[in-house]
């Protein structure tokens, strides 16, 4: 099994472990977002999600499609070992390279994940930097297009014009 296959099996088991803490964690409460979160660098990995109930305690009505402004987290030391493979591949490649690649392997196991049936059309999917330069920017609307139906992409791209 190559690098990339082997870092695409540890996202997907890291975020398969996560989202049962965050049900054990906020029972009765319905997903309604999952995020990817890594830099610029594409040295780190975490996650942050969402539910139906947060978003509608909050009062900023973009909040749902902003996944630094979610709070949940359980069990984010699931992702250490894949975030210690994305750093050595971006120790080990040029940025040029190891970014982008690195990117399409995330956007592909939480779309992998979706075909699964582990997420439905209802959680909005992403993956984004915490602080991103312009090619992360659009390497996540091309992660929120492949991640997501026409209206979900549709209404996030509402939220952030």
């Not at 890594?38 to 996650?47: A, C, I, K, P």
Request: hydrophobic share 40%; charged share 25%.
């Amino acid at each position: 099994m190559n690098n990339d296959q082997m870092l695409k099996d540890a996202v997907k088991l890291a975020v398969k472990r996560t989202i049962v803490y965050v049900k054990a964690n906020h029972v009765g409460e319905c997903l309604n977002g999952y995020a990817l979160l890594t830099d610029d660098e594409m040295r780190t990995l975490g996650y942050l999600a969402s539910t139906e109930e947060f978003t509608k305690s909050q009062s900023e009505p973009n909040v749902r499609f902003e996944p630094t402004d979610w709070i949940y987290a359980d069990g984010a030391s699931e992702f250490d070992g894949p975030a210690k493979t994305l750093s050595r591949g971006a120790d080990a490649n040029p940025l040029s390279l190891h970014v982008p690649v690195s990117f399409i392997i995330l956007v592909g196991a939480l779309r992998e994940l979706k075909l699964e049936g582990i997420f439905d059309d209802k959680v909005f999917l992403t993956v984004i930097s915490t602080d991103p330069n312009e090619q992360l920017e659009k390497l996540e609307v091309e992660a929120v297009r492949a991640l997501n139906d026409e209206r979900m992409y549709s209404d996030w791209k509402a939220s952030v014009a």
